[in-house]
């Protein structure tokens, strides 16, 4: 029996490695999205840390989320890009909130402000709306 158990494992981990990956921008801020668990998500978003402002993740319930290495500008001063990671853990809903700020300056009220809303659903849900539907 634990001669089957590694196999699909493996397939289970290879699977999840190439979820689709939905890819969410600036454009998408204030949006509800129907997601499923294990479903990766993109976020970039366009940063000038010359600034000194950077966009700071607010800690979500039900999902993990990592940033990737700065995407830099092609000229000293230009706009770079922040991408966050963003995997769907457990079913339910989850408010994901961005402020664009100086670290140093927590009590400063932040510059810009991004947020989507995920629905979080199994993989076997049948009940949601196709998957990827979105609401405005």
């Keep these: 029996m634990i001669d089957h ?6 397939l289970l981990a ?11 921008s600036e454009k998408d801020a204030n949006r ?3 997601v499923r668990i294990g479903e990766r998500v993109s976020i970039t978003l366009h940063a000038q840390l010359g600034t000194g402002y950077r966009w700071i993740a607010r800690p979500a319930p ?6 990737r290495p700065l995407q830099g500008a092609d ?12 995997t769907p853990l457990a ?3 989850a408010e994901l909130e961005f402020d664009y700020r100086r670290s140093w300056m927590p ?3 932040p510059a810009r402000r991004w947020h989507v809303t995920l629905r979080i659903h199994a993989a076997g849900d049948d009940d949601q709306r196709p998957h990827g539907a979105e609401q405005p």
């Design 91 to 93: 079913g339910g809903t």
């Design 14 to 24: 290879a699977c999840l490695a190439m979820a689709p990956l939905r890819e969410l």
């Design 107 to 109: 009590d400063e009220a």
């Design 5 to 10: 158990v590694i196999p699909w494992a493996s």
């Design 75 to 86: 000229r000293p001063g230009g706009e770079e890009r922040q991408v966050f990671d963003v």
């Design 62 to 67: 039900r999902v993990a989320l990592s940033e």
């Design 32 to 34: 509800t999205f129907d």
